[in-house]
C-alpha cells in the first residue's frame, strides 16, 4: 500500500511544473487563429480577391467608346475620303436658303413713297427720310411702298416664317410681324385687314393682307410701311433683299 502510494506521488509531482522553469506560451498566429471571427474574414478576403481578378481578365480585351480600333478607320473618314471635294457645295446649292424679297407681286407697278433713314446718307437723304407726326420728326425705320394708281394691292410675306403679331394699332392700321430664321422679323403696317393669325405658318410669297392707310403716315395715301429687323435692330431692307 505504501509503495502505491509513493507511485501517485511521483505522477503528481511529475505532472506540475517545475518551480523556475519557463512555461511554453502559444504563439501569436495561433492566438490570431483561436479567435472565432478570423476565418470568416479570410474567406471574405479570399472571394474578393477571385472576384476582382476575374472582372480584370473579363474586361481587359475590350476597347473604351472613344478608342480606336488598330487598323481601321472612322466611317466619317472614309465617306470623307470618297466624297469630291466639290460636292458638299452642290449638295448646299441644291437645296438654298430664302432670300429675303420685296412684299409685294414684282408685277406691280411700284414706288417707294418714304424710303429707310440711313444715318450715313448724305443731308437731303436723311431729311427725305423722316416721318412727321404730331408736330415731331422721327427717323423712318422702314420703306413705304405705294402703287403707281394709288389703288390697295396684295401684301406678300417676305419670309417664310410664325406670325408673332396680327393686331390693329391705333395710328398704324392694321399690323403683322413674322418672325423667322436667324433672328430676323419683318413688320408690315398701314393694312387694311388680316389675313393670317398669331401662330400661323407662313410661306414665303403667301398672301398676308391688303395695303390701306395710316393715321401715322396719312399724307401717303394707301401704301405698305414695311420693316425688316436684325436681332431686333432695324436694318434697310434693300441690303437684304434679292433682285426681282
Known amino acids: 500500500m505504501s509503495d502505491q502510494n509513493k507511485n501517485t506521488r511521483k505522477i503528481e509531482e511529475?505532472?506540475?511544473?517545475?518551480?523556475?522553469a519557463s512555461q511554453v506560451k502559444p504563439t501569436g498566429l495561433k492566438r490570431l487563429f483561436s479567435k472565432r471571427w478570423v476565418f470568416p474574414a479570410v474567406y471574405?478576403?479570399?472571394?474578393?480577391?477571385?472576384?476582382?481578378?476575374?472582372?480584370?481578365?473579363?474586361?481587359?480585351?475590350?476597347?473604351?467608346?472613344?478608342?480606336?480600333?488598330a487598323g481601321t478607320a472612322s466611317v466619317e473618314s472614309e465617306e470623307a475620303a470618297a466624297t469630291p471635294s466639290g460636292s458638299q457645295e452642290a449638295l448646299?446649292?441644291?437645296?438654298?436658303?430664302?432670300?429675303?424679297?420685296?412684299?409685294?407681286?414684282?408685277?406691280?407697278?411700284?414706288?417707294?413713297?418714304?424710303?429707310?433713314?440711313?444715318?450715313?446718307?448724305?443731308?437731303?437723304?436723311?431729311?427725305?427720310?423722316?416721318v412727321e407726326y404730331d408736330n415731331k420728326f422721327t427717323p423712318h425705320t422702314g420703306i413705304d411702298f405705294a402703287?403707281?394708281?394709288?389703288?390697295?394691292?396684295?401684301?406678300?410675306?417676305?419670309?417664310?416664317?410664325?406670325?408673332?403679331?396680327?393686331?390693329?394699332?391705333?395710328?398704324?392700321?392694321?399690323?403683322?410681324?413674322?418672325?423667322?430664321?436667324?433672328g430676323l422679323k419683318t413688320v408690315y403696317?398701314?393694312?387694311?385687314?388680316?389675313?393670317?393669325?398669331?401662330?400661323?405658318?407662313?410661306?414665303?410669297?403667301?398672301?398676308?393682307?391688303?395695303?390701306?392707310?395710316?393715321?401715322?403716315?396719312?399724307?401717303?395715301?394707301?401704301h405698305l410701311h414695311f420693316e425688316v429687323l436684325n436681332n431686333g435692330q432695324p436694318v434697310d431692307p434693300h441690303s437684304l433683299v434679292k433682285e426681282q
Open 92 to 130: 448646299e446649292a441644291a437645296v438654298p436658303a430664302e432670300s429675303l424679297r420685296m412684299p409685294y407681286d414684282e408685277k406691280a407697278d411700284m414706288a417707294v413713297s418714304l424710303p429707310y433713314y440711313n444715318a450715313s446718307g448724305s443731308a437731303e437723304e436723311r431729311e427725305a427720310a423722316l
Open 189 to 222: 403696317q398701314s393694312l387694311a385687314d388680316l389675313k393670317v393669325q398669331v401662330g400661323d405658318e407662313v410661306k414665303q410669297g403667301d398672301t398676308i393682307a391688303m395695303a390701306d392707310r395710316s393715321e401715322m403716315e396719312a399724307s401717303e395715301g394707301i
Open 147 to 182: 402703287q403707281a394708281d394709288g389703288k390697295s394691292f396684295e401684301v406678300l410675306a417676305a419670309l417664310s416664317g410664325k406670325v408673332t403679331v396680327a393686331e390693329k394699332s391705333p395710328i398704324n392700321g392694321y399690323e403683322i410681324q413674322i418672325e423667322h430664321a436667324g
Open 44 to 69: 471574405m478576403a479570399a472571394a474578393a480577391i477571385i472576384v476582382t481578378i476575374l472582372w480584370l481578365n473579363g474586361s481587359g480585351g475590350e476597347k473604351t467608346p472613344n478608342e480606336p480600333v
Open 14 to 20: 511529475a505532472s506540475k511544473p517545475i518551480a523556475g
